[in-house]
């Protein structure tokens, strides 16, 4: 009877220790986004991440020394085009490789953070496996079967990508699409020339559309003109990383455009 008591005491002592929460401390860098995102973003990934945690049995806490840090930085701004970096330490040390960086793209500020909770279950089993083979070193056949493997992920810098057309470029296609319309119709309404048309008086009526035609044609062309020469410009100066001014002029029989390029 005394030593079913005992082994029970034991058992009963150490349940807790097994369920024991870890600590972690879980890091947001968003000091590269704008002050308009950065607040949403930070409250908005603590939201979705904080249940994660607790489902693995992790407490947040600030002087842990397994950590997880996460850094925000913007591709493309107006397109809300966020790279995302996840690193993991343990015990204070960087683990590598580490988790791949990735890009969510036209993502609202909740739509980021659900992306990075979709993320935090692999930086967690990177942090735990590490914490496994610190303590179970492997030996040097099962080293190399795991080194010469599919990486987990790289951790390089991303190239900044440049579209190959911007918003001034998109504009301009507008543009040239409204003169081609336009100079299409002046063409039909030039074609018509003058229309005798039958009236109540004596003498017929005759239209001439032939002026309305040579306006909508020189309205549409010099649309289509300076609406081509726009997107052009763009297209080339993006390719090069040039910034470019452009300045449209519009004048009663045409139409002109500036262009300023900073090399």
Not at 2 to 10: D, E, H
Request: proline letters at 6%; aromatic letters at 6%.
């Amino acid at each position: 009877m005394v030593l079913l008591a005992s082994t029970s005491r034991v058992a009963w002592a150490a349940a807790p220790a097994a369920t024991a929460e870890r600590p972690l401390r879980v890091t947001l860098d968003v000091s590269a986004l704008a002050e308009v995102d950065a607040p949403h973003i930070e409250r908005f990934t603590l939201e979705r991440i904080e249940p994660l945690l607790q489902k693995r049995m992790y407490t947040r806490a600030d002087d842990a020394g397994d950590a997880i840090e996460i850094r925000f930085d913007y591709l493309d701004q107006k397109d809300l085009e966020y790279a995302v970096y996840v690193d993991v330490y343990e015990d204070g040390a960087l683990v590598e490789p580490g988790i791949a960086w990735f890009v969510c793209k036209f993502c609202p500020q909740s739509m980021l953070a659900d992306n990075v909770a979709e993320h935090l279950p692999a930086a967690l089993d990177l942090l735990e496996r590490a914490e496994v083979e610190a303590v179970t070193p492997m030996v040097p056949e099962e080293r190399d079967s795991q080194t010469t493997g599919a990486p987990i992920g790289s951790v390089d810098e991303p190239t900044v990508r440049t579209k190959p057309i911007g918003g001034l470029g998109i504009t301009a296609a507008v543009v040239a699409g409204g003169g081609l319309a336009t100079t299409i119709a002046g063409a039909v309404e030039f074609g018509r020339g003058e229309v005798v048309k039958r009236s109540d008086t004596p003498n017929l009526r005759v239209e001439d559309h032939r002026p309305q035609g040579v306006f909508l044609l020189s309205v549409g062309m010099s649309a289509l003109v300076l609406g081509t020469a726009v997107m052009v410009v763009d297209v080339v100066t993006r390719e090069k990383n040039k910034k470019i001014a452009v300045a449209p002029s519009w004048m009663p029989r045409g139409a002109g455009v500036s262009v300023s390029v900073r090399f």
